[in-house]
């Protein structure tokens, strides 16, 4: 089984590296590193960072990981991810696994991770992935991170094609860890932006301008005990399935194709089954068919 191993850190993160060593370790996998060429934090599931006539794959060597091919690239993981889905880097891979993040990826703030982008883009392109993050602590504890992520791999091999799993670690000894749960995500992450002005407005030749700083803050409330973010402050390492894109229904069943009446003249209005769900009640979700 091929796996492509990706992160949005960088290559030379210490992370991806440990990371690729474990899978590499295990026979059953032939693995291949193809990972941004610098740290693309934050870009969610973006693939731009590189002209489409522009886009440069670097063979590198990962000293924590001697003896896996590694391509350092221009580009952002989404990117990356595509690249090799596309035959850029060799025969494409069965599964993707990205990480280990440097810092927690719970909560809807995943929205915005490269680490969890890289996942659903695999999954948009007919793969299965993991994305792995791991609590920040004085010490990076990479060892455990690396052996949870290996307890379910085999879980992620099991799981009906095209599944994603976003496992996140804390920072302690495997010996220490309370074991993996379930999580929902919480409403939002472990830490949380705030906006500052960094001086008044100002006046200059092309108008008004504002100066901000952005700044991450330690959420200081208490989670419950469920999510993602509570498990894993509560010892556990916390196991979500995550669905990218997916239509949205209003009622617990989708409608057919028959059951939809056309109404193709300019100017009706659309089949109900079309409404907006509301998001406070329950209805479903179906994944797009990969052709």
């Keep these: 089984m091929r796996i492509l191993v990706t992160n949005d850190d960088g ?14 370790a295990d026979s059953r996998f032939d693995v291949s590193v193809v990972a941004p060429d610098r740290d693309y934090s934050g870009v969610g599931a973006s693939l731009g960072g590189a002209r489409p006539d522009d886009l440069r ?6 000293p924590e990981a001697p003896g896996v091919e ?11 991810v595509l690249a090799g889905r596309l035959e850029g880097f060799g025969d494409p891979p069965d599964v993707v696994v990205s990480g280990i993040n440097a810092g927690l990826n719970t909560g809807r703030a995943i929205l915005h991770s490269g680490t969890v982008g890289a996942a659903l883009t695999a999954q948009n392109f007919g793969l299965s992935a993991l994305a792995v993050s791991l609590q920040e602590g ?9 052996r949870v992520a290996m307890d379910v791999m085999d879980l992620l091999l099991d799981a009906p094609a095209r599944s994603v799993l976003n496992l996140n670690v804390p920072n302690c000894d495997y010996a220490d860890v309370a074991g993996t749960r379930w999580a929902r995500l919480a409403p939002f992450g472990e830490v949380r932006m705030a906006l500052t002005p960094r001086d008044a407005p100002a006046t200059t030749g092309s108008g008004t301008e504002r100066s901000l700083v952005a700044e991450l803050q330690l959420t200081e409330v208490d989670f419950d005990p469920d999510t ?4 894993v402050r509560s010892g ?3 196991l979500t399935t995550l669905v990218g894109v997916a239509e949205a229904w209003p ?11 056309q109404q193709l003249v300019p100017g009706a209005s659309l089949d109900p089954a079309h409404r907006v769900p509301d998001a406070n009640t329950q209805g479903t979700l179906r994944r797009p068919q990969i052709g």
């Design 11 to 24: 290559v030379d993160s210490v992370g991806i590296q440990l990371l690729a060593r474990a899978l590499h």
């Design 57 to 62: 794959g670097r063979a590198v060597e990962l």
């Design 70 to 80: 590694a391509w350092a690239v221009n580009a952002p993981p989404a990117m990356c």
């Design 138 to 146: 004085e010490q990076w504890r990479w060892d455990t991170a690396v």
């Design 228 to 231: 993602d973010t509570g498990l």
């Design 236 to 238: 556990f390492a916390a």
């Design 251 to 261: 009622d617990a069943t989708a409608p057919t194709a028959e059951a939809i009446e």
